[in-house]
């Protein structure tokens, strides 16, 4: 089905946020889960995890940072224009439950696909604890959002120019892992991988459960193709359909990180090749 | 023409591209055959009283009755004979197993070759096509019973040619952004062209069939739900849509595809023609795909035409076991595939940074027959051998997808998650439930697929007029 773009708005240098008219999955959808979308005929198919839904609006929050040519046309769409395809909500969604304190973490636009997990976390009468980090003060995202879903938020920046000076796993581990002020139950983090990593191996060393979710290379995201494919304690599972969440601690980030690299040079080929058409006007 | 005449005339070859060249292109290898060719072949059936070619068609097309008509010159009326029992003869032309099907049954085959009856049904189909005069057939009586059909593949696109044609409000629910299932994503180009699953596509919809892409059932919408909604029955034909991997060292290395990953980013996204298509694909120059079925040689012909300078088929069992039709392995074989037979892999090797470099396999030898009948391949000890590869396709088959099972309560499933339903009417264990195709029987063929949509179709028609 093709959906509509209702709102447009850039929330920093190269991320956007789409509001989408999409009722039946805005329905559906529950905190972790994903859609796919199509931008155009020769467009490739793209998982974005959902940020938000409003079911009584039948309306989908889309979060995302321009990376390649598929995200930076997506960027120059508008209020008004639809989207070719959208299918969704894809992924198992996030188990969530009262156990205690809960730490959501989100990196850079990890902040985004957090957001609804923090806010279910937070209903189920969880403590929850806010962690959202960025490189500088000018790529954090959806602070008030955080904030209002949150008991307690930290904000970092690697240069320091706002919050807590370092990373969202240097932030965890200093402020409450090492001073044992309040049990930690679980943490939930999400963001680029090598942060994700850094992460699980900090909460690895004090025992915290930690739950990852994973944007793998998708094609269909119905299990049918495996090009998602991860190795999760030593088993292969499918991050469209198994995932996109798993225990951070039994993940192989190596290779994840490594099959992340697959297309790097045809996606290179493909942006320069956009950018440059854009530059002359002709349109990719 | 006299009888005696009528048996002279040789079975008419296909004309077909040069392989030197087809292997670098994807445009289709059989070029179809003219009229002159066409009505020339018809005449070599003898019309048998009681013809054995229909009885060995899942679908019962009246063979005999759409050969006579090309013989007359009335390829159109020929065309619409076949559609009366199969909606979809363009692609059954081309895809459909006929040597062991409709052709094995062929007396003509007897003493000398059988009428090809496959490139015949093609040719009749496409110059309907071609003419623009694809007749829709008027629906007189409409039921008001709705029915659902999940997946838009060979099953699903018959039981929904079939219901509307029977004056059901039909709807299908894709979960891709294009219909067709294993024709538009698995079946590559050159063996058939999507512009011809589309145009059947459009007939359906012609008809008055509805097609709801991008719609996941299990996801957006439960089978419940559906029910819900108001529809009178549901046909699940979800296919098998879960590939098979060996668990073998290295597997995920970067490079390592499933056949249903590489067939989908060349066929249904066109990384093929990558970067006007968005959809990247590895290139590979040394590709080897592990396998002996159809899905194998569509991934090694279609690895070929990417460009690749050697492609090898590796194969456990001997030619003699390979499941995939004998014309499918001389065409890979005319465009320099090369087969590695009774050869296994046994891990795959990596550079340090994530991708394949090499395969290493085993020699097999033929030992006694398995469960399957078929001789089962066992290890030569010490055989073992690299060889250099950057890509891996492995096509060793598909599993069922659980997305559609796994949240309908109630749907009885095998050992194996396939759906169980009546080889005779679809029937599942929930009622007004109905399947068929791969999801029932594990890959098998398009046409078997269209047979149990036939049979379900009956049956559901039946079902929601007693209702």
Same mark, same amino acid.
């Given at each position: 089905?093709?959906? &509509? ?21 805005? &329905? ?40 390649? &040519? ?61 962690? /959202? ?7 954090? /995202? ?11 938020? /930290? ?28 049990? /930690? ?100 | ?48 009283? *009681? ?6 068609? +899942? ?20 065309? @619409? *004979? ?7 003869? !363009? ?24 009428? !090809? ?11 309907? @096509? ?12 409409? #039921? ?77 919408? #439960? ?16 296919? !098998? ?22 067939? #989908? ?111 089962? +391949? ?29 949240? #309908? +309560? ?32 594990? !890959? ?24």
């Amino acid at each position: 089905m093709s959906a &509509k773009i209702l709102e447009k708005q850039q929330l920093s240098e190269n991320v956007f946020k789409l509001v989408l008219d999409a009722p039946k999955i805005a &329905k559906k959808r529950k905190a972790g889960q994903f859609v796919v979308l199509r931008i155009h005929e020769q467009g490739e198919r793209i998982p974005l995890t959902i940020a938000d839904a409003d079911p009584a609006k039948g309306t989908l929050t889309i979060i995302f940072q321009v990376v390649g &040519k598929s995200t930076a046309h997506l960027s120059e769409l508008k209020a008004g224009d639809s989207l070719l395809d959208l299918v969704g909500p894809m992924g198992q969604p996030t188990h969530v439950e009262k156990i205690g304190t809960v730490v959501c973490v989100g990196g850079g636009v990890g902040v985004a696909p957090v957001y609804p997990i923090t806010q279910a976390m937070k209903n189920a009468g969880n403590h929850v604890i806010s962690i /959202i980090g960025a490189r500088c003060k000018d790529l954090i /995202i959806m602070e008030d959002e955080m904030k209002a879903v949150s008991d307690e938020i /930290i904000v970092t920046t690697d240069d320091g120019s706002y919050g807590y000076h370092g990373f969202v796993s240097q932030a965890l581990e200093e402020k409450y892992l090492m001073t044992g002020d309040r049990k /930690i139950d679980m943490v939930v983090a999400i963001g680029p991988v090598p942060m994700m990593r850094a992460l699980c191996d900090v909460t690895k060393k004090y025992n915290v459960p930690t739950v990852v979710s994973l944007n793998s290379i998708m094609v269909d995201a119905t299990g049918m193709c495996g090009a998602c494919r991860v190795t999760v304690g030593g088993k292969t599972r499918f991050v469209c359909v198994d995932g996109p969440e798993f225990d951070g601690h039994q993940v192989d980030f190596k290779e994840l990180i490594d099959r992340q690299r697959i297309y790097l040079d045809q996606e290179k080929q493909c942006y320069d090749h956009y950018c440059t058409c854009r530059q002359q006007g002709k349109g990719a | 023409m006299e009888m005696k005449e009528r048996l002279k005339i040789p079975r008419q070859p296909m004309p077909e591209q040069d392989p030197q060249v087809r292997k670098r292109n994807f445009d289709e290898v059989p070029l179809g055959y003219t009229p002159e060719f066409a009505k020339a072949e018809a005449l070599r059936c003898i019309q048998c009283k *009681k013809p054995e070619c229909v009885e060995g068609c +899942p679908v019962e097309v009246d063979i005999p009755g759409f050969i006579a008509l090309i013989a007359e010159g009335k390829f159109i009326e020929a065309a @619409r *004979k076949i559609k009366q029992t199969n909606a979809l003869p !363009a692609v059954c032309g081309r895809v459909c197993p006929q040597e062991v099907q409709c052709e094995i049954r062929c007396v003509r085959g007897k003493k000398a070759e059988p009428v !090809a009856i496959g490139r015949l049904e093609r040719f009749v189909a496409d110059y309907e @096509r071609a003419a623009g005069e694809v007749s829709i057939p008027k629906i007189e009586n409409k #039921t008001g019973k709705k029915i659902a059909v999940v997946g838009s593949g060979p099953s699903g696109l018959t039981v929904a040619g079939d219901l509307v044609q029977m004056g059901h409000d039909v709807t299908i629910f894709e979960a891709l952004h294009a219909a067709g299932g294993v024709l538009v994503y698995g079946i590559p180009e050159f063996r058939l062209p999507k512009a011809i699953v589309a145009a059947e596509v459009d007939y359906l919809k012609k008809l008055g069939v509805k097609i709801e892409t991008s719609n996941v059932i299990g996801k957006v919408a #439960t089978v419940d739900e559906l029910f819900a909604e108001g529809y009178d029955a549901v046909f699940l034909g979800t296919g !098998a849509g879960l590939p098979s991997f060996m668990n073998i060292p290295g597997e995920n290395l970067n490079g390592v595809y499933s056949a249903n990953e590489y067939l #989908t980013r060349s066929n249904l996204m066109k990384a093929y023609r990558f970067p006007e298509y968005d959809t990247p694909i590895v290139r590979g120059r040394n590709v080897a795909v592990i396998g002996g079925g159809n899905v194998a040689m569509d991934s090694a012909r279609t690895a070929m035409r990417l460009g690749a300078d050697h492609v090898y088929l590796v194969y456990r069992r001997s030619r003699q076991e390979m499941p995939a039709r004998i014309e499918e392995i001389h065409h890979a074989e005319e465009e320099g595939i090369e087969l590695h037979l009774l050869t296994n892999p046994i891990r795959y090797i990596g550079n340090g940074k994530g991708w394949v470099t090499g395969i290493e396999c085993l020699q097999m030898e033929l030992g006694e027959p398995d469960d399957s009948g078929r001789r089962r +391949p066992v290890p030569i000890k010490g055989s073992e051998f690299i060889k250099d590869v950057d890509t891996v396709v492995v096509a060793i088959g598909a599993g069922s997808n659980p997305l559609v099972q796994s949240t #309908t +309560p109630g749907l009885d499933t095998n050992k194996w998650n396939y759906i169980i339903a009546d080889e005779e009417t679809g029937q599942t264990s929930r009622e007004g439930v109905f399947a068929g195709g791969d999801i029932v029987t594990g !890959a098998a063929t398009v046409i078997l697929a269209m047979g149990a949509g036939r049979k379900a179709a009956r049956a559901m028609h039946k079902y929601v007029m007693s209702k």
